[in-house]
């Protein structure tokens, strides 16, 4: 994978990431429940939503890592 494919990558993984955490705010606020369970669901959801993003992010530093180790190897 190349510079622009990787920065491309991460561009659409950065926006998907802010699509889902607005979709997912958006839809508790929306929700008809009393002020507290909506503020311990948001909290909820943004610390479980943190965790996800985390691990997505550690996968792709990983996965563009071997790729640039790859194309590295084959350059010599």
């Not at 926006?15 to 607005?22: E, K, N, Q, T």
Request: proline letters at 1%.
């Amino acid at each position: 994978m190349n510079n622009q494919g990787s920065k491309t990558l991460l561009t659409f993984l950065a926006g998907l990431a802010v699509g889902a955490i607005a979709g997912a705010v958006a839809g508790v606020l929306f929700a008809p429940d009393k002020g507290s369970e909506t503020r311990k669901k948001i909290a909820d959801k943004a610390g479980s939503l943190s965790d996800e993003l985390t691990q997505k992010i550690n996968e792709l530093k990983k996965t563009i890592e071997d790729q640039l180790s790859t194309d590295k190897n084959n350059q010599t």
